[in-house]
């Protein structure tokens, strides 16, 4: 399942069988995230990871007047987080 993240790590450094097989045991659970769906909400305190597989992700703040500011994009095979 995190075949995007072991190809992005294949970029750096050749991943043995058993560090493949890790990353693939550590994927419990796949979720699809429909468009402007939000993941992780201000204030939250997530008790996991939340990797993006396919798609992208951006963290944002919401400003007085009702638009977002966005902070940072989560492209394929990085992780969107709280902080």
């Not at 944002?60 to 902080?83: D, V």
Request: charged share 35%.
């Amino acid at each position: 399942m995190p075949e995007p993240l072991i190809r992005k790590l294949e970029q750096f450094e050749t991943l043995s069988e058993d560090d493949r097989r890790v990353l693939q045991d550590a994927v419990r659970e796949v979720k699809e995230i429909a468009p402007r769906q939000d993941i992780i909400l201000e204030g939250d305190k997530p008790d996991n990871v939340h990797l993006v597989l396919e798609g992208w992700a951006a963290r944002y703040k919401l400003l007085p007047e009702g638009k977002r500011a966005i902070w940072l994009t989560s492209s394929p095979a990085t992780c969107a987080t709280s902080t």
